[in-house]
């Protein structure tokens, strides 16, 4: 049984070179759910200050002038900030120019939507083990500065929802299922 979960473990940390996920729709909706919480007062732009406190927030402290002389050319004249067109702009070219040629070719859609999961995965699994423990989750969540990760109660009833052999964590599959539930409701 412990080989078992050394299997399961090595497939979740095996790295991938993109952090691109391969799936369009997933990648398209991943990108608008990043655009709204950089977009912190809701105004449909991110501004250099907004951009910059939550790249702060995710451990990448950014430099204001640096920020600004990447990012400036991809703000519309007129424009507070970015807008999600701008964003999405950014974000393919910062995808092509460190990314480009890196992905693997994986044989088959289903390949890499488990390489997409198996990412998406380890963000949430912080200490590696193979499992999103209510403090993993919580830390996440405070992250991205979502107001659930400041009550650990929604954060247990979250793990408790995915929950499905009712050990307290989620295991792979188990975000694997729950991710496929929440694809197939978009």
């Known amino acids: 049984m412990?080989?078992?979960?050394?299997?399961?473990?090595?497939?979740v940390t095996s790295k991938s070179?993109?952090?691109?996920?391969?799936?369009?729709?997933?990648?398209?909706?991943?990108?608008?759910r990043i655009f709204d919480l950089f977009d912190?007062?809701?105004?449909?732009?991110?501004?250099?200050?907004?951009l910059s406190q939550a790249l702060s927030r995710l451990g990448l402290n950014a430099n204001l002038s640096d920020l600004k002389s990447t990012v400036e050319s991809y703000i519309q004249p007129g424009n507070a900030g970015l807008n999600f067109e701008d964003f999405s702009s950014l974000h393919k070219t910062l995808d092509d120019c460190f990314f480009a040629?890196?992905?693997?070719?994986?044989?088959?859609p289903a390949a890499a939507?488990?390489?997409?999961?198996?990412?998406?995965?380890?963000?949430?699994d912080e200490n590696g083990d193979g499992f999103i423990c209510?403090?993993?989750?919580?830390?996440?969540?405070?992250?991205?500065?979502?107001?659930?990760?400041?009550?650990?109660?929604?954060?247990e009833r979250m793990i408790i929802s995915?929950?499905?052999n009712k050990d307290g964590r989620v295991d792979f599959f188990e975000f694997k299922n729950m991710m496929r539930t929440v694809k197939q409701i978009s």
């Open 2 to 11: 412990d080989n078992n979960k050394g299997e399961k473990s090595k497939k």
């Open 17 to 32: 070179p993109s952090f691109s996920l391969r799936s369009p729709s997933l990648n398209a909706l991943r990108l608008q």
């Open 40 to 50: 912190h007062n809701g105004d449909g732009f991110i501004t250099l200050e907004e």
């Open 101 to 108: 040629g890196d992905d693997d070719d994986l044989s088959s």
């Open 113 to 124: 939507d488990e390489s997409d999961l198996a990412e998406a995965f380890k963000v949430f």
């Open 134 to 155: 209510a403090r993993e989750l919580q830390a996440v969540l405070k992250k991205l500065g979502l107001p659930e990760g400041g009550e650990m109660e929604r954060v």
């Open 162 to 164: 995915v929950d499905r």
